[in-house]
């Protein structure tokens, strides 16, 4: 799959949730690998932030993220439509310290995305793949995320509150095909006996019935309804049952749980990858939310490349005999067995060593050990296939070493092992020649990794 961007700009306007500001915001394409990125273009030298876990600095009725003096609050409606959309590229400026609140769901940006249409881009998407359950939970808050590994992406989200009107809710999303109509539109919501102390903390300014459901569940006096009336600026309202107090009907039994799982989704757009498992979501909030986003996001940063996932049952792209027909390398000196994986600008092979490899005759005979320059060569072998991938008629050409960088050792290979060998681009293949950066696997470790150059020639 190919990263996408949008293929026009738009903007939204509105007044902010905590600040009650007015405020516009922009959307912007973005280039190849750039990520999502805020950009303050209120602030002198239009300074940005990239839409990460690790920089999140709050988590208080929203999610804030910032770097030296630039904030932007209240990112999580429009991280989630653009998440669902595919969208991995763009910029999002805007002209205050938080986005617009709208009408207190992600539904305009649904809207206005569908609207400019995506366009695929050049480069490959980078999934992070849930290899083994993860799990981050918050005991006294009785909160937890956890992730389970799956072939597709999924989100289950259960809230509970001590509540007569807002109990024990369930949403569901299957496939994010599905967000625009099922989640997309789902308000975020407050509590009547929330709101003064919200107001307090210097919150909410901007709240009020057209961006908010409203809850009413523990019995007040009419004076203390008008009071938080006043604070919040709206009419007064008299109220003689406990229930929704918004004019405009829910939109689903279920919109507080729904929006609940926007509020996740968008959270774990801060990995700054689409995740591919199965998402359980307890009792979620903005705090455990980019806790989990963190944990990921470290797990990245310790590897910067994760281990290809491979199903010895699923046929490979390239077997043997392929291979055979397109490298002019016989026993024994071909050292890739087969390609399970390839991409415009990756690949990756495999090779299962045995204890009947010639090279461990001599190296070594009491204790067998892969030679690092057969692990080199591996890895320059499959790099030559992923270059004739580039080419028609690859059988008439042949590709050369020019030149290695960088290599580095990490762990021995022995009889038993089965290498994974991903190899990408690093520049453009240019007049023949291709840089590339090269990984060895075994499991989920990197044994060896290097870069090197080669070139295509014909064959005459």
């Known amino acids: 799959m190919k990263q996408r961007t949008l293929k026009e700009c738009f903007t939204v306007k509105g007044k ?12 912007k394409p973005a280039a190849d690998n750039a990520g999502r990125r805020f950009v303050r273009t209120d602030m002198e030298g239009q300074p940005g932030v990239d839409a990460l876990a690790e920089n999140v600095i709050a988590t208080n009725r929203g999610t804030v993220i910032g770097k030296g003096d630039v904030k932007v609050s209240t990112i999580e409606h ?5 998440y669902a959309a595919g969208i991995d590229n763009c910029i999002i400026e805007v002209n205050g310290p938080e986005m617009p609140i709208l009408d207190g769901s992600a539904a305009l940006y649904c809207s206005e995305i569908a609207r400019v249409g995506i366009e695929e881009q050049e480069a490959d998407k980078d999934f992070y ?12 808050t009785g909160s937890s995320i956890v992730v389970l590994p799956d072939d597709e992406f999924s989100i289950d989200t259960m809230v509970a509150y001590d509540s007569p009107v807002l109990t024990n809710q369930f949403a569901t999303l299957e496939s994010l095909d599905e967000f625009a109509d099922k989640i997309g539109n789902s308000r975020t919501f407050v509590f009547v006996r929330e709101i003064e102390p919200l107001v307090k903390g210097d919150l909410i300014k901007g709240g009020d019935l057209d961006n908010a459901i409203v809850i009413y569940d523990a019995p007040m006096e009419q004076s203390q309804l008008d009071h938080l009336a006043d604070l919040m600026h709206v009419p007064h309202k008299n ?7 918004n004019e405009r009907e829910l939109s689903s039994d279920n919109e507080p749980a729904r929006h609940k799982l926007m509020d996740v989704l968008g959270d774990l757009a801060l990995i700054g990858r689409p995740l591919r498992g199965k998402i359980i979501a307890t009792r979620p909030g903005h705090t455990i939310n980019t806790t989990f986003a963190k944990k990921i996001r470290r797990e990245i940063k310790r590897q910067e490349l994760q281990a ?8 490979p792209i ?3 005999n392929r291979i055979r027909e397109l490298l002019p390398h016989r026993y024994p000196f071909l050292l890739v067995d087969k390609v399970i994986e ?3 600008s990756h690949i990756v092979g495999v090779k299962n060593v045995t204890v009947n490899e010639p090279f461990f005759q001599g190296h070594f005979p009491q204790e067998p050990v892969m030679p690092g320059v057969l692990l080199i060569e591996a890895m320059a072998q499959t790099g030559g296939l ?20 960088n290599v580095k050792f990490r762990q021995k290979v022995v009889p038993g092992d089965t290498l994974l060998f991903h190899i990408s681009f690093m520049t453009p293949l240019r007049r023949g020649c291709a840089v590339m950066k090269g990984y060895v696997f075994v499991g989920e470790k990197i044994v060896a990794e290097c870069e090197f150059m080669a070139q295509i020639v014909k064959n005459k």
């Open 78 to 82: 429009c991280l989630a439509a653009l």
């Open 129 to 140: 793949i849930v290899k083994s359950k993860m799990e981050v939970r918050d005991d006294s």
């Open 239 to 245: 109220i003689t049952e406990f229930g929704y107090l």
């Open 342 to 344: 390839m991409g415009t």
């Open 308 to 315: 290809p996932v491979y199903n010895p049952n699923v046929a």
């Open 16 to 27: 902010g949730l905590h600040t009650g500001i007015e405020i516009e915001a922009t959307i």
């Open 386 to 405: 992923l270059v004739l991938n580039t080419v028609d008629e690859p059988e008439r050409y042949s590709t050369y070493f020019m030149k290695i960088d």
């Open 318 to 320: 390239l077997d043997n």
